[in-house]
C-alpha cells in the first residue's frame, strides 16, 4: 500500500529555534500533501494543503509566516515552524494523496517539544 | 457544510466481545467516509473506506461499517476485540466538491479500551 515517510519523529529544541519537518510519499507520487496539527487528546487540525510546485493554502488562524511549506517535488513536501515557541509544541501529522483521489496516506507524526 | 459526530468519547469492552464505535455525519452531497485508527504518538492508518459502491464496506483486522443514508450513519464494528485494537479511532467524511475537494473533515474520536 501506498506509504507516507515523515521525518523526524521527535524533535525538542530550545525557544527560538528553526526546526523542519519532511514528509515522503515513497510509493507514489502525491500531487497534494497536507499538514495538520493534534493537540493532546484532540483530533487532528487542518493547517494547510500544499500542492507540487505552487504556494500552499492555509487554513484559517494559521500563520504562513509562522509555517513554512514548501512542496517542491511530487514525493517531497517541508513544514518549517520558524522560531518555535512553547506554544508550538505538538505533534504534527502529515498526509499525502494522489491528484482527485482518496484516501488520504497518513505519516507517523512528529512530535515537537520545545523548551 | 458537512460535519462528522462520532457520539462517544470513550468506549470501552472486555476482549472477545464485539465493537461498536458510532458516528453520523451531515453532508450535502453523496459523501466519501473513513474510518482511521490512530495508536499513541503514531499517525493515522486507514481502516476502510466508502465512496458510493456497497454499502457494507470490510476493511482491515476485521473491521467493517455499513453506510446508512437514511440515518446519516456510518457505525464501525467488529465482531471479537483484540487487545491490539486498543486505540483512539476518528471517523471522517471528505469534502467533494469546490476549491476544497478532497479535504477531510475529522471527527473528535473515540478512546477504544480493551480489557483482558
Known amino acids: 500500500g501506498a506509504v507516507v515517510s515523515q521525518h523526524p519523529s521527535r524533535v525538542i529544541c530550545k525557544s527560538g529555534t528553526s526546526v523542519k519537518i519532511e514528509c515522503r510519499s515513497l510509493?507514489?507520487?502525491?500531487?497534494?500533501m497536507f499538514w495538520y496539527r493534534q493537540f493532546p487528546k484532540k483530533s487532528l487540525m487542518l493547517m494547510a494543503t500544499?500542492?507540487?510546485?505552487?504556494?500552499?493554502?492555509?487554513e484559517q488562524g494559521v500563520e504562513k509566516d509562522k509555517f513554512l511549506i514548501n512542496h517542491a517535488s511530487l514525493t517531497l513536501s517541508t513544514l518549517t515552524v520558524t522560531s518555535a515557541h512553547p506554544e508550538d509544541s505538538s505533534f504534527y501529522i502529515c498526509?499525502?494523496?494522489?491528484?482527485?483521489?482518496?484516501?488520504?496516506?497518513f505519516g507517523d507524526g512528529t512530535r515537537l517539544s520545545i523548551l | 457544510a458537512q460535519s462528522v459526530t462520532q457520539l462517544d468519547s470513550h468506549v470501552s469492552v472486555s476482549e472477545g466481545t464485539p465493537v461498536l464505535l458510532r458516528c453520523n455525519y451531515s453532508?450535502?452531497?453523496?459523501?466519501?467516509l473513513f474510518w482511521y485508527v490512530q495508536h499513541p504518538n503514531k499517525g493515522l492508518q486507514l481502516l476502510l473506506k466508502?465512496?458510493?459502491?456497497?454499502?457494507l464496506v470490510k476493511g482491515i483486522n476485521g473491521f467493517e461499517a455499513e453506510f446508512k443514508k437514511s440515518e446519516t450513519s456510518f457505525h464501525l464494528t467488529k465482531p471479537s476485540a483484540h487487545m491490539s485494537d486498543a486505540a483512539e479511532y476518528f471517523c471522517?467524511?471528505?469534502?467533494?466538491?469546490?476549491?476544497?475537494?478532497?479535504?477531510?473533515?475529522f471527527g473528535k474520536g473515540t478512546k477504544l479500551s480493551v480489557k483482558p
Open positions: 500544499s500542492n507540487e510546485g505552487s504556494k500552499a493554502t492555509y
Open positions: 510509493d507514489f507520487q502525491a500531487t497534494t
Open positions: 471522517v467524511v471528505s469534502e467533494g466538491y469546490g476549491g476544497s475537494q478532497g479535504n477531510l473533515i
Open positions: 466508502y465512496t458510493s459502491a456497497a454499502t
Open positions: 453532508s450535502s452531497y453523496s459523501p466519501s
Open positions: 498526509s499525502a494523496r494522489v491528484l482527485g483521489g482518496q484516501p488520504q496516506h
